[in-house]
């Protein structure tokens, strides 16, 4: 039972990550913790993709001068690479579009900037 | 040319990739030698769309497989699993890629003299290039984790071009909710996309549907997948963001983003018929597409009727209208279990969701562009601030006319066609749903008709007096879509024979779908 808990701890982490990153998306109303929020999300994913392509004890999955023993399942950490990449470039945008919204509103509070209702 | 047919489906994707980034250097060459870059690039693509069409109609599910020996080869010697990255093109997708093509060649055109003077021309083009790449690219993938990344290619290109006229407020924020939107949904996919990892090691979807055991970790990721894309279609009760982005978006770029969000609508029946099929309780799941549908099309609808800005009544509409495409499936998918029923109304249902995407995205296109029309001469979206614009845009006018009448369902025009059988197959698996599916109609059309007098008819106002038409090239764009709106009308069952069957039949027949990569493997 115990030597379970190390392993299942990652997604635990994970689930942790993605409730408290749902309640700050939904319940806050700065747009920049918006934005963190969506980051806490993108962690939460990446950190579960990780967990899940780990071995106990494993290798790092390089072919050259391998010593005997389990590998890391390489998939999930080339996945988590490429939604790094992604995420990035998703902040960034939700960054420079916030920058756009201060400039016209000079707040960033989401309640206050809603020309668009209705 | 047998290697052009091969190689279309990563043509058609790595063309436009390659051209977004191109174009700002051939920029530089002058804005002329851009849009003539921009439009043989685009007539070359849509070439590959073409034969690939072509193909897929007479051969049968088209696959493309990076980096084997020969690009067929889906499973190497020796492997039971695909392990490479592939495009699987099917009746479905080849369907969503002659939507995605003809907008946005539409929308090319239109954008030409759209944009004239106006700062940041490169990156738009360079966006509305990526926009179309990634569309494609969701639309033909094969795996899983491709869906993911051409969902976020797709979703930062359209948000920066919602964005584009960043010196109005509006714009900014429609944007911003769109990548918001974009960037939770495309998370929830991951997410969803390993917990299937983690079961089963493989991320082809075929091969994933072949070994699916419908866990209650399958339950999970198909619940976050389906969120996550009824999100992305602006589907009843997610659809806040849809009347924001489409109402800001720059004309030539709104159908984009339409379509963009029929994409995510195939990817949600790729999800449901093709990963799913056969193990889901289809009738639950069916009647849950249903209420969604029609939750859609009635709630988009009574708040589209009293609305003031032209862009944001017709974005509510383009939500309505979603509803009827989400019936026609739900209803096909509700009874997909049953033979019988599924060959007296089911296969009709379905036609006519489908059916309706194509036409709804050709005269909703239409109907945008005419609204930013109207924007570009007067600069006012209030539909209280025009009148007798008729005069002075009278093509304008005359296309406003041809979409209006399209989208109520009025013969001859195509929404006639569609939204008929939908009506029909619906009426045998539910009369009530059809009855709520042609109220919605009507009061469609009361709105828009009460738009086109506010608008176009009525005296002479002092203001507009100096109102001209609009440029050539936004007329070219526009009435590419309105010939088609009027063809698909008048000869529905040669477009629903030849290109709308084969899509349904692609999304009943799953086997086929898993065969054409599994191959022989049980």
Redesign the interface.
């Known amino acids: 039972m115990m030597e379970h808990i190390p392993l299942n701890f990652p997604f635990l982490a994970a689930a942790l990550l993605a409730g408290v990153a749902f309640y700050i998306i939904i319940f806050k109303r700065n747009l920049i913790k918006l934005i963190m929020g969506i980051a806490l999300l993108a962690s939460a994913v990446n950190l579960f993709l990780v967990a899940l392509g780990y071995r106990a004890g494993g290798n790092a999955p390089i072919y050259t001068d391998v010593p005997p023993g389990p590998m890391v399942l390489p998939v999930p950490q080339a996945l988590t690479l490429t939604s790094i990449v992604i995420n990035v470039a998703v902040l960034a945008l939700m960054l420079t579009m916030v920058v756009h919204i201060y400039r016209h509103t000079g707040d960033i509070d989401s309640k206050k900037s809603r020309r668009l209702k209705g | 040319m047998d290697s052009l047919i091969t190689h279309s489906p990563a043509l058609i994707v790595a063309l436009p990739l390659l051209a977004a980034f191109a174009i700002p250097l051939i920029n530089r060459a002058g804005p002329r030698v851009r849009d003539i870059f921009n439009l043989v690039i685009f007539g070359f693509v849509a070439f590959f769309v073409a034969i690939l069409a072509v193909d897929v109609y007479s051969v049968g599910i088209h696959v493309y497989t990076f980096g084997a020996t020969a690009a067929e080869l889906a499973l190497p010697g020796g492997y039971t699993v695909p392990v490479r990255i592939m495009f699987e093109v099917d009746g479905m997708s080849i369907f969503m890629g002659i939507i995605i093509t003809t907008v946005t060649l539409a929308s090319l055109i239109y954008s030409l003299q759209f944009l004239k003077g106006r700062t940041g021309q490169a990156r738009f083009y360079s966006l509305m290039m990526l926009l179309y790449a990634g569309m494609m690219g969701l639309a033909f993938t094969g795996d899983m ?1 491709n869906l ?2 051409f969902l ?1 290619i797709a ?2 290109a359209g ?2 071009l919602a ?1 584009y006229r ?1 010196n109005m ?2 714009a ?5 909710k769109y ?2 939107i ?3 949904s ?2 929830l996919v ?2 969803a ?2 917990i299937l ?2 079961q089963y ?1 493989v ?1 082809s979807i075929a091969a994933l549907a072949n070994y699916m055991q419908y866990t209650t970790l399958d339950m999970m990721a198909l619940g976050l997948l389906g969120g996550a894309f009824v999100m992305k279609l602006a589907g009843v009760p997610l659809h806040m963001w849809a ?2 982005t489409y ?2 978006a720059p004309a030539g770029t709104t159908p984009m983003i339409l379509a963009a969000s029929y994409t995510a609508m195939y990817a949600l029946y790729r999800m449901t018929f093709s990963l799913y099929g056969g193990h889901i309780d289809t009738t639950a799941i069916g009647w849950i597409v249903i209420i969604i549908g029609v939750l859609s099309m009635f709630i988009g609808v009574m ?1 589209a009727v009293h ?1 003031t800005d032209i862009k ?1 009544m017709m974005a509510y509409h383009a939500i309505s209208q979603g509803g009827y495409m989400l019936l026609g499936l739900g209803v096909g998918l509700a009874v997909i279990a049953d033979p019988v029923a599924l060959a007296n109304y089911g296969r009709d249902a379905m036609n006519g969701g489908i059916f309706h995407i194509i036409n709804h995205v050709f005269y909703k296109a239409l109907l945008f562009m005419t609204a930013e029309a109207i924007f570009f001469r007067i600069g006012t979206r209030d539909t209280n601030k025009m009148g007798g614009l008729a005069r002075n845009m009278k093509w304008t006018t005359a296309f406003y006319i041809i979409g209006a009448l399209a989208i109520s369902g009025i013969p001859p025009l195509n929404g006639f066609a569609s939204k008929l059988l939908i009506y029909e197959s619906v009426l045998r698996f539910n009369p009530v749903l059809s009855v709520i599916a042609m109220f919605v109609s009507l009061v469609t059309l009361a709105s828009f008709a009460k738009v086109f007098y506010s608008a176009f008819t009525g005296p002479p106002m002092p203001a507009y007096k100096e109102v001209r038409e609009v440029p050539k090239s936004m007329i070219i764009g526009m009435s590419i879509l309105a010939v088609l709106i009027i063809f698909f009308g008048i000869f529905p069952g040669l477009i629903v024979d030849t290109i709308v069957a084969p899509a349904t039949d692609a999304l009943i027949n799953q086997a086929s779908y898993i065969n054409a990569v599994m191959g022989a493997v049980p």
């Open positions: 984790f993911f990344v976020e979703s930062i948000a920066g964005a960043t407020a509006d900014v924020e429609g944007g911003f990548i918001v974009s960037a939770v495309a998370l991951l997410f996309i390993g990892y983690a090691n991320l009347p924001d109402t800001v708040m609305q944001r």
